[in-house]
């Protein structure tokens, strides 16, 4: 039984914790007010599986470099991470074969093309960049192992650093993605004819369709931006994701081709290293400061999620939060963060 005093103890720490942050809490909280209401954009439906998600799911999530949690709204649900898992298994490639290495077989150009389209650069014949689907099989081919099991868990294993608990993959959605996966298997073939991919082009498909089908919640994205954010090290459990060296190389690749076809607008209205994906996540980075996880599953034409990227314009104009914002003196997101925020201005 626990005493009074224990009770007594537990309340003022609640307490505390609860007014840790409290100014950012309720910004959040009005964010999500006034967005969930939004009903554009349209759930993904390439596969039965996404097309069950419920449109009115909305969640948004920020955790600190120094470990503190502000979040509202569904960001338990989880969700397929999809797209998103692609900056990650880049930076993991580039510490399994170094930048000349991973740069022979991907290029860093933002393309105008579909995610899904099945061009490479005509000289080289290397994928645009990381984050459109070829150059994401290039890059998941680049995951070592000594056979497949050790390759996926190796995989894993990256996620759960950048997560901070055991990551599972969807069934269903897997089996879906590598049931239907045709065209992503026709990009992993003709990379294989250009010598881009070695020659076990299933086995690294099959590890491409596992990351897509990784289950995470919107909660989970912001500790990933926030370990990116704080130089790769996981801000909640102190371990290190990725070599600190890597980081900008993963970051500059969000900002310049992180939403689809949309990428060029972002970084210049958002100005935000950031990715998308297919399921409704977006993860958001400032750097030094913030990760930001959003989950809504409607998705613009470009398949960005239509709440995520309204919250990110509004959140990046109203704290200044765009990356060559110099000289801001608006209202600071850092402050607002500060237990008891405002007091200490
Ligand atoms: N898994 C899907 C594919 O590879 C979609 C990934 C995404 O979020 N664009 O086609």
Redesign the pocket.
Known sequence: MPTDAHTNHLDALVTKLKSAAAPFRSTLNDLHARYKDVNDGKV?D?IPELAKSDPKWFGISVVSVDGQVVEVGDFQQLF?I???SKPFVFGQALEDHGRAEVLAKVSVEPTGEA??SIVLDETTNRPFNPLV?AG?IATADLIDGRDFSERISRLLAVFSRYIGRPVYVDNSIFMS?RTT?H??RAIGHLMLNFGMIRDRVEETLEL??QQ??LLVNCHDLAVMGATLANRGTNPITGERAIKAEYVKDVLSIMLSCGM?DYAGEWAYRVGLPAK????GGIVAVVPGQFGIGIFSPPLDAK?NSVRGVQVCHELSERFGLHAFEAGYTGPSMKEQFRPHGDAHK
């Open positions: 993904a390439y397929s999809q797209s998103v995610f899904n689907n994401a993605e996966g065209r992503n491409y369709f897509c089908s689809y998308s994906g297919v399921g398949g």
